[in-house]
T-cell receptor, first 110, second 111 residues
Framework: DAKTTQPPSMDCAEGRAANLPCNHS???????VYWYRQIHSQGPQYIIH???NNETNEMASLIITEDRKSSTLILPHATLRNTAVYYC???????????FGEGTQLTVNP | DVKVTQSSRYLVKRTGEKVFLECVQD?????MFWYRQDPGLGLRLIYF???????EKGDIPEGYSVSREKKERFSLILESASTNQTSMYLC??????????FGSGTQLSVL
């Protein structure tokens, strides 16, 4: 499995962009990068995923470096409701198994 | 929207009891998963299943078993509950290798 490394915590001002980094230096060529978030006392929720190209949806943008060794999740205009733990995960190629690390606790401040 | 339903939000059991945690999904997903979540340890995979009657051990299967008799239902069984199994248990499902959908979780306390 490719392991991921994330900072344990980050702060962001409401209305500003939140940029959450993730390192996955041992990722292999056909492994996807997935991002999930978990609001306190709820199950994790899928945000976005990508292979090598940048991706955008209604929730966030995902920027993957050209060498694929790192990525950044961008929440363009953070709100208080974006306060959550964000998990960066690399999916095994042998199946659907996803291994979660401890993620980044993002706190959006008013 | 996909719905993953866990039978109980909170559960209190005694040491040595046999405990069943039930999970049902309504989207005909092949894959189902059981995780536990503890402070400082993140989510850890207990068991997963790719199909009916099929199961694979995750990272921490000791003390647990699972059952998948029907595609939509995946049960986690604690044969003899112990206090170190007090935790938040999360069930998830997915279509093949795609994104996971999680239930709301069951907070289990073993006294």
């Amino acid at each position: 499995d490719a392991k991921t490394t994330q900072p344990p915590s980050m702060d962001c001002a409401e209305g500003r962009a939140a940029n959450l980094p993730c390192n996955h230096s041992t990722i292999s060529g056909n492994e996807y990068v997935y991002w999930y978030r978990q609001i306190h006392s709820q199950g994790p929720q899928y945000i976005i995923h990508g292979l090598k190209n940048n991706e955008t949806n209604e929730m966030a943008s995902l920027i993957i470096t050209e060498d694929r060794k790192s990525s950044t999740l961008i929440l363009p205009h953070a709100t208080l409701r974006n306060t959550a733990v964000y998990y960066c995960i690399v999916r095994e190629t042998s199946g659907s198994r996803l291994t979660f690390g401890e993620g980044t606790q993002l706190t959006v401040n008013p | 929207d996909v719905k993953v339903t866990q039978s109980s939000r909170y559960l209190v059991k005694r040491t040595g009891e046999k405990v069943f945690l039930e999970c049902v999904q309504d989207m005909d997903h092949e894959n189902m998963f059981w995780y536990r979540q503890d402070p400082g340890l993140g989510l850890r995979l207990i068991y997963f299943s790719y199909d009916v009657k099929m199961k694979e051990k995750g990272d921490i299967p000791e003390g647990y078993s699972v059952s998948r008799e029907k595609k939509e239902r995946f049960s986690l069984i604690l044969e003899s509950a112990s206090t170190n199994q007090t935790s938040m248990y999360l069930c998830a499902s997915s279509f093949r290798g795609e994104k996971l959908f999680f239930g709301s979780g069951t907070q289990l306390s073993v006294l």
